[in-house]
């Protein structure tokens, strides 16, 4: 299997280019790749180039071929409104979740969150989990990477989101998603923290329009309800 690896700046037409040193580092001191191997490199913007490894001394460079328009995103938009989550959780929901074909993740501050995040210390965590997010496109083989977008507190997200189709996942929801009619835009998946959501932020989603959807009579985990949600809608709507 051809290693990937997100190429930072766009990638021109040819020629060649230098690997930055973490890019290089991974490459030869972590996969131990070695000179002349065939590797691919994506840029974001979409498509794939075919690549070949040259070290010279202490640089790497990819010597570039044709590119590919190889398209791996799902036709549904879907956006995973995440309640914050402690210790390495969020890592997993973003990791999965990218596998998974989401679009981009909205980490929101919900009222039962243990972890609290604002300024710099938020700024890093959505810096972190973006990293995260590059990481699960080369290895899952997306050539578009979703954006992890700076935290929010629910309240404020819900004031400017009543347009979309909003998915709000509580355990009794009205029903589920076999209920639910094909969306004719995108859709957002709205995931509680560890301690579930609160009647006032029940409350304020209703208010905003969103569906209560439950995931059958199990009561499920923060870090399994989205991606379990996510998988439905992609088997419904989506390329599942």
């Not at 914050?84 to 969150?113: C, F, H, Y």
């Not at 972890?115 to 590059?134: I, P, S, T, Y």
């Not at 009647?199 to 379990?228: H, K, M």
Request: aromatic share 4%; hydrophobic share 45%.
């Amino acid at each position: 299997m051809i290693s990937r690896f997100h190429f930072p700046d766009r990638l021109p037409a040819g020629g060649e280019v230098v690997l930055p040193e973490a890019l290089a580092h991974h490459a030869l001191r972590v996969l131990r790749l070695r000179d002349g191997e065939a590797l691919a490199l994506f840029d974001g913007e979409g498509g794939e180039v075919a690549a070949r490894l040259v070290v010279r001394g202490k640089t790497a460079v990819a010597v570039l071929g044709e590119r590919s328009a190889a398209d791996r995103e799902s036709p549904l938009q879907v956006v995973l409104v995440q309640a914050l989550a402690t210790g390495d959780k969020m890592d997993w929901i973003v990791q999965k979740a990218v596998e998974l074909g989401v679009a981009a993740i909205q980490p929101v501050q919900a009222e039962r969150s243990v972890l609290r995040l604002g300024g710099e210390r938020a700024d890093k965590r959505v810096a972190h989990w973006q990293q995260v997010a590059v990481s699960a496109c080369e290895q899952c083989g997306r050539n578009r990477i979703p954006e992890v977008r700076p935290v929010q507190a629910l309240g404020q997200w819900l004031a400017s989101h009543r347009e979309a189709r909003n998915y709000l996942l509580a355990p009794g929801g009205a029903s589920g998603f076999a209920d639910a009619p094909r969306p004719s835009a995108g859709v957002h998946l709205l995931v509680g923290p560890e301690g579930g959501w609160s009647e006032a932020e029940l409350a304020a989603a209703d208010a905003a329009g969103c569906q209560r959807v439950s995931l059958g009579p199990r009561v499920l985990r923060t870090e399994t309800a989205g991606l379990a949600a996510l998988a439905v809608v992609q088997a419904r709507w989506g390329d599942f």
